[in-house]
């Protein structure tokens, strides 16, 4: 083996993580070894719920209801289908009443109660073909989920003269979690091949492009084991692996593209191993750090909400975008050290630089790299000569194009996620459409405390009354330790969840009572869920954008820059958001698709793709304006360095956000619709980003302000130069402009300058 070049140069941290490469490659296979075991399993003890705030009203009546009443809160039901001989045949009768009474003995179940026990007409179908036995399974998600599995097996299929189907709210969270993971596992194997394709496309070398992959199968891994832990402590979402998946390829496939294409560059450039190595993370490591920084922080704004949903997608999102950037700084430069020029082995690219009948490899490659990002030189020198125009025309049609979310309507997610052939999602199908009243559709009203049968008909007549109330059952009664327990159940006329569900949802909470009352059921959740989340956006905004200016203030030393980078980011996102509500809720696309729309977008779901987008959209942002500060600080040319920047950034972004977008889109094959919705969702607000903002918007923006893009306030330019971080140089050495746009120091540059000349040249001449 050829002889390991130690670097040349760089500071400690260079030191650090090149002193051993081969003990820390070794290391990092045997720690990458163990999250496999570790992280072995993580699906099964996820949850697919935590949509509901655990501190609202409702959550606190269902829990009194499942605690006093469990018949009033079923989590299982079986659809009994007798078919032509009705439900009412004396054998479908006793044969219903055996099932029951065999559920009833199942150790963890109880609660159950039948069409064939109480008569009740809204537990069977108009048609008298089907009727429902239901029952409450006790315990938390995950006791509950294992009794479901030993039990469904049992009771499923053919009994006797009936069908048996099993459904339930229990049965549906169990088929989501069920096929969520299925889903996962198809999603990666598509992703990775078409990703390994496209990186050999990108880097040509076969060696460089399988770095990429192998720093985002670490950071996937790696974040499985931390999930894992997790789940020991506190209720994690089953929709957070697809996260896992999807940034732990796309952020490592992206930190590793802006490391490997920077140490080529730097070999290209006549750097030996070393030299290149250490300038790589001098410059592009810094960079990664700031990405990381930025899209962690968009991810863990989403703790500040109770809903352990959101929650979830923070605690995995953190966990992958620290452990990618980790594997980027840490094991990809050990890697590139021990590799070297053999980083360019197996390039693809040699087969047709014979063919064409190019000069030497040596030369071919030279050149290759110089002439890289030629066409987006030229791109931004055509939009930066007409500004405005690209300014105005790409800020309208972005906001065009976001015109639909302004009639989004908010829901609660519910069975129809699932595809249509789900066995839960037919039993609730057919619920809804062959019983009378509105199955799952009730708002209940928990009473507390000593009352009259005079007290509780009083209060039913004026719930009766109420505007929108279809019709109000009970009292159910049951004396709890002194205290009295009773409830009501209001069935609101028209959608379970609509608009006039929720305002009876308000008007049960304003009425009198001569006890205490709440009001829970899924209009009810929704209406503390929506409360829940505007009472806390403000402060998740916040935190995004206060900290991100400070992070790019502290990259670029620009007053401008980090408020420029905040509101062209949220631009990318309308694209996004007005797609959600045309295809999603409107159900535009539905057929192509594959999902049922319901008319509404489940509220978590709008906060859960702007933090994730508006974190990845930074990413790139951070990628383009280091380059851009790092050739402003050499050269105190505005103009040259947004060409340059864009030349040197535009082709690797547009690739990392189309690899990204791949695995997304792989993510939005699910067959569950808020999956399909964050997958491909989140690839149109990467393209858009990549593809129109970086390209158009950016350095339109930028030519129209001029040498104020880099100008700061005396004390704000004074703190820059002491804790300011240049991708071309540490902290208190990064050239910082002065009043007249020269840099004040001379900064360090990761390109030479004969290279700067030859590329200031090609832009003229382009």
Same mark, same amino acid.
């Given at each position: 083996?050829?002889?390991?070049?130690?670097?040349?140069?760089?500071?400690?941290? #260079?030191?650090f993580?090149?002193?051993?490469?081969?003990?820390?490659l070794?290391?990092?296979?045997?720690? #990458?070894?163990?999250?496999?075991?570790?992280?072995?399993?993580?699906?099964?003890?996820?949850?697919?719920?935590?949509?509901?705030?655990?501190?609202?009203?409702?959550?606190?009546?269902?829990?009194?209801?499942?605690?006093?009443?469990?018949?009033?809160?079923?989590?299982?039901?079986?659809?009994?289908?007798?078919?032509?001989?009705?439900?009412?045949?004396?054998?479908?009768?006793?044969?219903?009443?055996?099932?029951?009474?065999?559920?009833?003995?199942?150790?963890?179940?109880?609660?159950?109660g039948?069409?064939?026990?109480?008569?009740?007409?809204?537990?069977?179908?108009?048609?008298?073909?089907?009727?429902?036995?239901?029952?409450?399974?006790?315990?938390?998600?995950?006791?509950?989920?294992?009794?479901?599995?030993?039990?469904?097996?049992?009771?499923?299929?053919?009994?006797?003269?009936?069908?048996?189907?099993?459904?339930?709210?229990?049965?549906?969270r169990?088929?989501?979690?069920?096929?969520?993971?299925?889903?996962?596992?198809?999603?990666?194997?598509?992703?990775?091949?078409?990703?390994?394709?496209?990186l050999?496309?990108?880097?040509?070398?076969?060696?460089a492009?399988?770095?990429?992959?192998?720093?985002?199968?670490?950071?996937?891994?790696?974040t499985?084991?931390?999930?894992?832990?997790?789940?020991?402590?506190?209720?994690?979402?089953?929709?957070?692996?697809n996260?896992?998946?999807?940034?732990?390829?796309?952020?490592?496939?992206?930190?590793?593209?802006?490391?490997?294409?920077?140490?080529?560059?730097?070999?290209?450039?006549?750097?030996?191993?070393?030299?290149?190595?250490?300038?790589?993370?001098?410059?592009?490591?810094?960079?990664?750090?700031?990405?990381?920084?930025?899209?962690?922080?968009?991810?863990?704004?989403?703790?500040?909400?109770?809903?352990?949903?959101?929650?979830?997608?923070?605690?995995?999102?953190?966990?992958?975008?620290?452990? =990618?950037?980790?594997?980027?700084?840490?094991?990809?430069?050990?890697?590139?050290?021990?590799?070297?020029?053999?980083?360019?082995?197996?390039?693809?690219?040699?087969?047709?630089?014979?063919?064409?009948?190019?000069?030497?490899?040596?030369?071919?490659?030279?050149?290759?790299?110089?002439?890289?990002? =030629?066409?987006?030189?030229?791109?931004?020198?055509?939009?930066?000569?007409?500004?405005?125009?690209?300014?105005?025309?790409?800020?309208?049609?972005?906001?065009?194009l976001?015109?639909?979310?302004?009639g989004v309507?908010?829901g609660t997610?519910?069975?129809?996620q699932?595809?249509?052939?789900?066995?839960?999602?037919?039993?609730?199908?057919?619920?809804?459409?062959?019983?009378?009243?509105?199955?799952?559709?009730?708002?209940?009203?928990?009473?507390?405390?000593?009352?009259?049968?005079?007290?509780?008909?009083?209060?039913?007549?004026?719930?009766?009354?109420?505007d929108?109330?279809?019709?109000?059952?009970?009292?159910?009664?049951?004396?709890?330790?002194?205290?009295?327990?009773?409830?009501?159940?209001?069935?609101?006329?028209?959608?379970?969840?609509?608009?006039?569900?929720?305002?009876?949802?308000?008007?049960?909470?304003?009425?009198?009572?001569?006890f205490?009352?709440?009001?829970?059921?899924?209009?009810?959740?929704?209406?503390?869920?929506?409360?829940?989340?505007?009472?806390?956006?403000?402060?998740?905004?916040?935190?995004?954008?206060?900290?991100?200016?400070?992070?790019?203030?502290?990259?670029?030393?620009?007053?401008?820059?980090?408020?420029?980078?905040?509101?062209?980011?949220?631009?990318?996102?309308?694209?996004m958001?007005?797609?959600?509500?045309?295809?999603?809720?409107?159900?535009?696309?539905?057929?192509?698709?594959?999902?049922?729309?319901?008319?509404?977008?489940?509220?978590?779901?709008?906060?859960?793709?702007?933090?994730?987008?508006?974190?990845?959209?930074?990413?790139?942002?951070?990628?383009?304006?280091?380059?851009?500060?790092?050739?402003?600080?050499?050269?105190?040319?505005?103009?040259?360095?947004?060409?340059?920047?864009?030349?040197?950034?535009?082709?690797?972004?547009?690739?990392?956000?189309?690899?990204?977008?791949?695995?997304?889109?792989?993510?939005?094959?699910?067959r569950?619709?808020?999956?399909?919705?964050?997958?491909?969702?989140?690839?149109?607000?990467?393209?858009?980003?990549?593809?129109?903002?970086?390209?158009?918007?950016?350095?339109?923006?930028?030519?129209?302000?001029?040498?104020?893009?880099?100008?700061?306030?005396?004390?704000?330019?004074?703190?820059?130069?002491?804790?300011?971080?240049?991708?071309g140089?540490?902290?208190? #050495?990064?050239?910082?402009?002065?009043?007249?746009?020269?840099?004040?120091?001379?900064?360090?540059?990761?390109?030479?300058?004969?290279?700067?000349?030859?590329a200031?040249?090609?832009?003229?001449?382009?």
């Amino acid at each position: 083996m050829a002889e390991v070049k130690k670097p040349s140069a760089g500071g400690g941290w #260079t030191r650090f993580v090149t002193a051993r490469p081969r003990l820390s490659l070794l290391v990092a296979l045997v720690i #990458t070894a163990l999250a496999v075991l570790a992280g072995s399993g993580v699906g099964d003890r996820m949850g697919s719920g935590g949509w509901e705030d655990p501190d609202a009203e409702s959550t606190y009546a269902l829990e009194v209801l499942e605690r006093e009443f469990p018949a009033s809160q079923p989590n299982l039901l079986l659809l009994v289908d007798a078919g032509a001989a009705g439900v009412d045949s004396p054998a479908v009768a006793a044969e219903a009443r055996r099932l029951a009474e065999r559920l009833d003995a199942e150790p963890g179940v109880g609660g159950v109660g039948s069409y064939w026990q109480t008569g009740s007409p809204a537990l069977r179908s108009e048609d008298g073909r089907r009727a429902v036995i239901a029952a409450r399974i006790d315990g938390e998600e995950k006791a509950a989920g294992e009794v479901l599995e030993r039990i469904a097996p049992e009771f499923r299929g053919t009994h006797g003269p009936v069908e048996v189907s099993v459904g339930g709210p229990l049965a549906v969270r169990h088929e989501m979690q069920t096929v969520i993971q299925e889903d996962l596992l198809r999603a990666e194997m598509i992703a990775l091949p078409i990703t390994l394709v496209l990186l050999v496309m990108v880097f040509g070398s076969a060696v460089a492009a399988l770095l990429p992959l192998g720093i985002g199968i670490v950071a996937i891994l790696g974040t499985n084991a931390v999930l894992r832990g997790i789940t020991e402590l506190t209720d994690v979402s089953v929709f957070a692996q697809n996260l896992t998946t999807a940034l732990g390829l796309g952020l490592a496939i992206d930190y590793a593209l802006f490391v490997v294409r920077r140490f080529r560059e730097e070999l290209a450039g006549g750097a030996d191993t070393g030299t290149a190595v250490a300038t790589t993370l001098r410059t592009a490591g810094r960079t990664v750090l700031f990405s990381a920084l930025t899209v962690a922080v968009s991810l863990a704004a989403m703790l500040v909400f109770p809903q352990y949903f959101l929650r979830s997608f923070a605690y995995a999102g953190i966990a992958v975008v620290l452990l =990618a950037a980790a594997a980027a700084l840490i094991l990809l430069p050990a890697a590139l050290l021990l590799l070297g020029d053999r980083v360019n082995a197996l390039d693809l690219r040699r087969l047709f630089r014979r063919r064409s009948g190019a000069g030497s490899e040596a030369a071919g490659a030279g050149a290759a790299e110089r002439e890289t990002g =030629a066409g987006w030189a030229r791109t931004a020198a055509l939009v930066m000569r007409r500004a405005p125009l690209f300014a105005v025309a790409t800020a309208t049609g972005l906001v065009l194009l976001g015109l639909p979310f302004l009639g989004v309507k908010f829901g609660t997610a519910d069975d129809r996620q699932l595809p249509a052939t789900a066995e839960s999602r037919v039993v609730q199908d057919r619920l809804r459409d062959g019983f009378p009243g509105n199955p799952g559709g009730g708002i209940t009203v928990l009473a507390e405390g000593a009352a009259t049968p005079g007290q509780y008909a009083g209060y039913r007549e004026r719930i009766e009354s109420l505007d929108g109330v279809a019709r109000v059952e009970g009292p159910v009664t049951s004396p709890a330790g002194g205290r009295g327990h009773a409830y009501f159940t209001v069935v609101p006329e028209g959608e379970t969840v609509g608009p006039d569900a929720q305002r009876v949802v308000g008007e049960l909470r304003a009425e009198k009572a001569p006890f205490d009352t709440s009001v829970t059921g899924a209009a009810a959740v929704l209406v503390d869920s929506k409360d829940a989340i505007g009472e806390r956006l403000p402060w998740a905004a916040a935190i995004i954008v206060v900290v991100t200016l400070a992070l790019v203030f502290l990259l670029t030393g620009s007053l401008l820059i980090p408020i420029q980078a905040v509101v062209l980011n949220a631009l990318s996102l309308t694209a996004m958001f007005g797609a959600v509500v045309w295809v999603f809720q409107e159900g535009h696309l539905s057929g192509l698709l594959g999902f049922t729309s319901t008319g509404d977008i489940e509220t978590t779901l709008p906060v859960l793709m702007f933090c994730v987008a508006f974190g990845l959209s930074m990413d790139y942002g951070v990628f383009l304006l280091s380059r851009i500060k790092e050739e402003y600080d050499a050269t105190g040319d505005h103009e040259h360095a947004v060409r340059f920047g864009l030349r040197r950034t535009g082709g690797l972004i547009t690739a990392a956000a189309v690899i990204l977008a791949v695995v997304m889109v792989a993510i939005g094959t699910s067959r569950v619709t808020n999956t399909k919705m964050l997958g491909l969702g989140v690839a149109l607000a990467v393209l858009m980003d990549a593809m129109v903002v970086r390209s158009l918007l950016v350095p339109s923006v930028m030519k129209l302000t001029g040498r104020l893009t880099w100008w700061a306030p005396g004390p704000l330019r004074r703190f820059h130069d002491r804790f300011g971080i240049s991708e071309g140089g540490s902290p208190g #050495t990064a050239g910082t402009p002065g009043p007249d746009g020269d840099p004040e120091g001379e900064g360090t540059a990761g390109t030479a300058g004969p290279e700067r000349g030859a590329a200031r040249e090609e832009e003229r001449v382009g």
